[in-house]
């Protein structure tokens, strides 16, 4: 089977898709990925073939602090280039795998005939009882419903794709949609690549869906040499670890608070390892014996097991991955699905829910060494760990996909 790949984003977005990629062509099938030219070296040390997408600028978005209408912007800009670049690579594949944000692709399949696959990282069907997963209030409100939110979501959407995307469909033909918000999942099998432990799931979604598990990739090439150091960085005493991170994201506030956490560490006697990610986190932090700064990337399945506790931003790759290890986890969302991850990780059990990233003080010390000493936490995340190993992400997607061609 000849398979067209389709994702673009940061770490947590690609990382999966190459791990897919490579699956697909270990069971015989013939696999294109399209991604964003900053992951072009981790395609070529995979030995996956690949084309790399015009607009291509998610890295210079997250150098800054997003903001919604950064997002929609973005949004309205990829349009033409999806439609330029999946109409005449689509007609050589059976095929179209592709994540969300290709928000031209479902036209493009249904213009061309072939089956389209859409994966997403959260609960992204509109549904009666789970607000939409890029709001900050994941948990459902008394009188606000819901259904309410996705309204809303679905008019804004609407708002700033269906012009971009009728236009192209009208020069093809196509008839124009009514609504994207109904169109995309109505025509495309909905697969949900997150763990239904972790995640949730509505029953009563009205479209075809499955959800198969989150797919983590352990291939990635990394730097040996700083592994070495974090390595002798634990190993040289007891103390307990805290892994603090943004990942691709970034903040204003980002250095204050990180120094704030490190004053918090050192004063009780922890030790902090800070993960640089795309904003250089950590660069204003003086050097200390009790600080590692893992300015090279290293997979998360080597530095997490290692740790006490982690901090982040809640990306969903970093929130599976310390669920994964059973790790107790903190989250100070920043946009979009990070309230949603930072919600369910506290309704588990797995951590005290979110942090605010602009607040330090009593309440941050006194949220930080619950994190690390509550023994709950760390048997409800352990809990889950458990379960997470247990999914088979990748062979359900891979599974998924062979079955709707």
């Known amino acids: 089977m000849k398979i067209l ?47 790399i997408q015009e607009q291509d600028d998610i890295g210079g978005m997250m150098q800054n602090e997003l903001s919604i209408k950064d997002l929609l912007s973005w949004t309205r800009r990829i349009i033409d280039t999806q439609f ?49 997963p890029v709001f900050p209030w994941p948990v459902p409100h008394p009188v606000i419903k819901p259904s309410v939110l996705w309204g809303l979501l ?12 009728n236009k192209q469909r009208r020069a093809l033909n196509m008839p124009p949609i009514l609504d994207q918000a109904k169109h995309a999942p109505s025509n495309a099998f909905n697969y949900l690549m997150y763990s239904s432990t972790l995640g949730s799931v509505d029953p009563d979604w009205a479209y075809r869906w499955a959800i198969g598990g989150y797919i983590f990739n352990d291939d990635m090439p990394y730097n040996k040499s700083v592994y070495q150091n974090f390595l002798e960085f634990i190993q040289k005493d007891g103390k307990k670890a805290v892994f603090f991170t943004l990942g691709s994201c970034n903040n204003n506030e980002h250095e204050n608070f990180a120094e704030k956490l490190f004053a918090i560490i050192k004063t009780h006697g ?34 997490f097991p290692h740790c006490s506790a982690i901090i982040h931003h809640g990306g969903v790759g970093t929130t599976h991955s310390a669920a994964r ?23 588990l ?20 060494l619950d994190l690390i000493n509550n023994e709950n936490y760390a048997q409800k995340a352990a809990g889950l760990g458990e379960k997470i190993r247990a999914e088979r992400g990748l062979k359900n997607a891979c599974i998924q996909i062979e079955n709707c061609a």
């Open 270 to 303: 922890y030790k902090l390892i800070v993960g640089s990610g795309w904003c250089r986190l950590g660069s204003t932090l003086p050097r200390h014996d009790d600080l590692f700064l893992l300015d090279s990337v290293v997979p998360h399945n080597l530095v």
């Open 154 to 165: 679905n008019s804004s959407l609407n708002l700033m794709v269906k012009k971009s995307l």
């Open 5 to 51: 790949l389709v994702t673009r984003g940061s770490q947590g977005d690609i990382y999966p898709y190459l791990k897919l990629a490579k699956e697909l062509m270990s069971r015989s099938h013939n696999v294109m990925l399209h991604l964003p030219k900053v992951f072009e070296e981790h395609a070529k040390v995979a030995n996956i073939p690949y084309t």
């Open 84 to 132: 330029n670049e999946l109409v005449p690579a689509l007609r050589e594949y059976d095929i179209l795998v592709a994540s969300n944000t290709e928000f031209a692709a479902p036209s493009i399949a249904e213009y061309l005939k072939k089956p389209c696959l859409r994966t997403a990282y959260g609960p992204l069907i509109p549904s009666r009882t789970i607000p939409p």
């Open 325 to 347: 290890f059973g790790i107790p986890q903190m989250i100070q969302p920043l946009f979009l699905d990070q309230w949603y991850w930072a919600e369910q990780t506290r309704k």
């Open 349 to 368: 059990g797995a951590g005290p829910g979110k942090v605010n990233i602009k607040h330090g003080g009593a309440n941050l010390e006194k949220k930080v």
